[in-house]
């Protein structure tokens, strides 16, 4: 099935004066019905993004695209997009039910129209019979379901959502997630999600992508970025990670901690300097003989759900595992991997250089 791209930043770049750089030529495609995370830390450019497709703010240079169509001075209220802000922004002194229709009124949208979308609006977010409700009367996930009523009941063709769940407490947060995600798939329209949570990312989205001082380091599925790390900040920003220098000694061999082992990467070239990642949870305590790598436990704490113990190898590298076996602050043990668990990243390595070298290992394999 062909993909149909609703929005397109093309070498877009937003400066707010003459020294400071927020987007740094971008550029990027979104596909129509997919839920996008823009993912990043503080100050990284992703609500500016979310503002340059919302029209609240104009691109030094560069052009966006909107159903093929340029819209770099088509005003924020002729664009078919609404926004979830952080706060909500609901008005205090009127009800859930005006709350939700303030954008029907001001379009002058006749009653017997606004009282069925309103309804609607309300029923797709579990708020039937709350019309009446006062918002100071409601908790943090409804007054964020109310926000997103009001969104939606203007029938945008994209919606964007900046840290709406940023307020919620853990719990709430959690159950929010899955609503959203839900109503997402049950509208079908294109929602794009500011988070700095790597977690709320890979749970909820479609496609990811990671910015770092204004570029996109990395964009792909949550399994891609996860599991095929660009570079070292991606593989620290998402999920925890082993970074380790090593050397890869020809296709299918790299050389870390003192070791060569098997693993899966190729198409760098022989000797070069690299560094491996391998995930915590992907690390099997076994005894000392036994390892691949051999550790000493410097600190242990339990999670709940595992233990996360800090070790170090005899090159002082430092190891953190996720097990469900407890160990000895003070013990030596080993540790044993998969070949699939080592990632190789290249020094350097672009997007687009990186995404080559992807396409090599499928066409390898499909040739094996």
């Known amino acids: 099935m062909e993909k149909e791209v609703i929005i397109r930043f093309d070498n877009v770049t937003k400066r707010y004066d003459s020294d400071t750089v927020v987007l740094d030529h971008v550029s990027f495609e979104i596909e129509r019905g997919k839920f996008y995370t823009l993912l990043g830390p503080s100050g990284c450019g992703k609500t500016t993004i979310l503002r340059l497709i919302a029209g609240f703010t104009e691109a030094s240079e560069g052009d966006i695209y909107f159903n093929g169509k340029r819209i770099n001075q088509v005003p ?43 309804k609607e609006a309300l029923r797709f977010v579990n708020l039937s019979g709350y019309e009446n409700r006062e918002i100071t009367e409601m908790s943090g996930g409804q007054r964020q379901r109310v ?23 853990l719990k709430l947060r959690t159950e929010m997630q899955y609503e959203l995600r839900d109503l997402q798939k049950r ?4 929602f794009i999600f500011v988070t700095h949570d790597q977690e709320e990312a890979l749970a909820m989205s479609d496609e990811i992508f990671v910015l770092h001082e204004g570029r996109i380091e990395q964009s792909g599925t949550p399994t891609d970025i996860y599991d095929e790390p660009i570079n070292r900040f991606v593989a620290d920003f998402i999920g925890e990670s082993n970074i380790v220098p090593g050397k890869m000694i020809k296709d299918f061999e790299v050389e870390f901690a003192g070791k060569v082992f098997e693993c899966v990467d190729q198409g760098l070239n022989p000797n ?12 099997e305590i076994t005894s000392w003989d036994k390892g691949k790598i051999q550790v000493k436990v410097d ?39 998969e070949p699939e668990a080592i990632h190789v990243m290249r020094l350097g390595e672009t997007e687009e250089e990186f995404d080559k070298r992807l396409e090599s290992y499928q066409e390898a394999r499909h040739e094996q």
């Open 187 to 190: 509208l079908g329209i294109t």
């Open 299 to 337: 600190s242990q704490l339990f999670r709940g759900v595992h233990y996360e113990m800090l070790c170090y190898d005899e090159a002082k590298n430092e190891w953190l595992v996720h097990s469900t076996k407890k160990a000895i602050v003070g013990e030596e043990i080993g540790l044993n991997f």
């Open 76 to 118: 924020a209220n002729k664009r078919q997009v609404n926004t979830v802000f952080q706060d909500y922004a609901l008005f205090p002194h009127l009800n859930v039910y005006e709350n939700v229709a303030f954008g029907l009124r001001i379009k002058k949208v006749k009653q017997a129209e606004v009282d069925r979308r309103v």
């Open 272 to 283: 070069e300097s690299v560094e491996v990642v391998i995930r915590p949870e992907d690390l």
């Open 147 to 169: 926000a997103i009523a009001r969104a939606i009941v203007n029938e945008p063709e994209v919606i964007l959502l900046d840290e709406p769940l940023s307020a919620l407490d």
